[in-house]
């Protein structure tokens, strides 16, 4: 972990594709548990899309590319995976820093994010003496491991009618009241409301874009590259101007005009 690295957390707002999405995950004692691979939120009434959990999973990184891709991955997994098909689930309040990686009050053992490493002691490297034993939990078979889908890190079942997965909003293109295009869906940045992380904004086109990138100058230049300089203006949305009802089809409460623009200096939010 790296030197400050829980300055975002204190800061009180993060950019959930920039500063979380695709890191590194990290048990409590530091061992390696997978890649945030995605992002779940719940929707509310009256209240911003509340953070529930992280996904890591190879079927979940999979559906980033292809539904139909995600779906094989998942069928493949259920057939011949340890875990049974599904990804590893960690609820958003067992996260406790974020930097270069994400650190988490939770052990992998808990999870089932060891249950190839679990499988492979058991069938391969316990009958060598002297190899010791795998990071995982000391007493747990990989079934075990695999299906302990009541530990407080495995959080819930797949994605309920009211969840959002915020990895497939990326690059989404978004209309406005009057059917107009807005933009596509590049960052979101999340925030404290009640004492919760929730999400408090969306940016949208190619100055969303360069938010998402991170390295402002540089990315300003790789979107010029892109040829994205001209065209759909960039919009800060609020999260009740979003609507997500249809997170297939997001469209904006208001025309795009009555937006505000995303700041083509800064890039974005704070």
């Not at 829980?6 to 890649?35: C, K, N």
């Not at 719940?42 to 992280?54: E, T, V």
């Not at 079934?143 to 302990?148: E, N, P, S």
Request: net charge positive.
């Amino acid at each position: 972990m790296g030197v400050g690295s829980d300055d975002i957390l204190r800061a009180g707002q993060i950019h959930l594709v920039r500063e979380v999405l695709d890191s590194q995950l990290y048990d409590r004692r530091g061992v390696p548990m997978g890649r945030v691979d995605g992002l779940v939120v719940a929707l509310r009434d009256g209240a911003p899309p509340k953070l529930l959990r992280i996904e890591s999973g190879l079927d979940v990184a999979a559906a980033r590319l292809s539904p139909r891709l995600g779906r094989w991955v998942r069928a493949l997994g259920r057939r011949w995976g340890k875990r049974g098909g599904e990804p590893v689930r960690i609820p958003w309040e067992k996260v406790i820093r974020i930097g270069p990686e994400v650190d988490l009050d939770v052990g992998a053992e808990e999870t089932a994010a060891l249950a190839w490493e679990q499988w492979l002691y058991d069938r391969v490297l316990s009958r060598i003496p002297f190899s010791g034993r795998p990071t995982g939990s000391r007493n747990s078979s990989p079934g075990d491991v695999a299906t302990r889908h009541t530990a407080a890190a495995c959080g819930p079942e797949p994605i309920a009618r009211h969840e959002v997965r915020l990895e497939l909003l990326l690059s989404r293109p978004v209309i406005d009241l009057e059917g107009k295009p807005a933009g596509r869906i590049e960052e979101v940045v999340a925030g404290l409301h009640d004492g919760q992380w929730a999400v408090r904004e969306y940016l949208l086109g190619r100055h969303g874009l360069v938010e998402r990138l991170s390295v402002v100058d540089f990315a300003r230049a790789f979107v010029r590259l892109l040829g994205a300089t001209k065209g759909t203006p960039s919009h800060r949305v609020p999260w009740d101007q979003l609507d997500l009802s249809d997170p297939r089809r997001p469209a904006l409460r208001s025309p795009a005009e009555e937006v505000a623009p995303v700041s083509a200096r800064h890039g974005g939010a704070g």
